[in-house]
T-cell receptor
Framework: AQSVTQLGSHVSVSEGALVLLRCNYS??????LFWYVQYPNQGLQLLLK??????LVKGINGFEAEFKKSETSFHLTKPSAHMSDAAEYFC????????????FGAGTRLFVKA | EAGVAQSPRYKIIEKRQSVAFWCNPI?????LYWYQQILGQGPKLLIQ????????DSQLPKDRFSAERLKGVDSTLKIQPAKLEDSAVYLC?????????????????FGPGTRLTVL
């Protein structure tokens, strides 16, 4: 069965520092991969997605993620954190074959210190 | 373009009571999802519709939860009777038609959610 692991339930960075949020998936066939962001009292919003095109995917708000098949990873990065980046981030996978169910990771809360 | 609408935004009920949530997806989106998000966890799919047919309801507690999507547009999710552990945010999402291949990569658009507290 598909699964998604986000390492670190909380990540704290200083404003201007690199943001790195980790996501690993388990699947024999590379799935479709997504990063969503959730601000307080709001629904989820798509940051970026991997759909078997380029392995380095650029998203909104300066975020990007790299798909690494050998490591079954899809880590999210941003070169310079901004206070407005403070939110909850979810990695999600949809299988490439079989069922259509999307599985979400447990989430990583990002704190940005001034 | 209007987003996914959900109501109510907040609901407080006593255990064993009933509650219903409503969702109106983005116009033209054939696929509709209901997720349960418990505090500190990621969203968990409860049920997925394509038009008015159920694609997946394997994680829906059918003894107490029910959902329908009449006419393939808006949807309601009902809990009857509610338990304490049902306290969560219930998220509705929609996406363009889901089919094999490319459709699996379609973005899901989420509503603001309904926060349910069961006392």
């Amino acid at each position: 069965a598909q699964s998604v692991t986000q390492l670190g339930s909380h990540v704290s960075v200083s404003e201007g520092a690199l943001v790195l949020l980790r996501c690993n998936y388990s699947s024999s066939v590379p799935p479709y991969l997504f990063w969503y962001v959730q601000y307080p009292n709001q629904g989820l919003q798509l940051l970026l997605k991997y759909t078997s095109a380029a392995t380095l995917v650029k998203g909104i708000n300066g975020f990007e993620a790299e798909f690494k098949k050998s490591e079954t990873s899809f880590h999210l990065t941003k070169p310079s954190a901004h206070m407005s980046d403070a939110a909850e981030y979810f990695c999600a996978v949809t299988p490439n074959t079989g069922g259509f169910k999307t599985i979400f990771g447990a989430g990583t809360r990002l704190f940005v210190k001034a | 373009e209007a987003g996914v609408a959900q109501s109510p935004r907040y609901k407080i009920i006593e255990k064993r009571q009933s509650v219903a949530f409503w969702c109106n997806p983005i116009s033209g989106h054939a696929t509709l999802y209901w997720y349960q998000q418990i505090l500190g966890q990621g969203p968990k799919l409860l049920i997925q519709f394509q038009n008015n047919g159920v694609v997946d309801d394997s994680q829906l507690p059918k003894d107490r939860f029910s959902a329908e999507r009449l006419k393939g547009v808006d949807s309601t999710l009902k809990i009857q009777p509610a338990k304490l552990e049902d306290s969560a945010v219930y998220l509705c999402a929609s996406s363009l038609i889901l089919a094999s291949g490319v459709g699996r990569g379609n973005e899901q658009f989420f509503g603001p959610g309904t926060r349910l507290t069961v006392l």
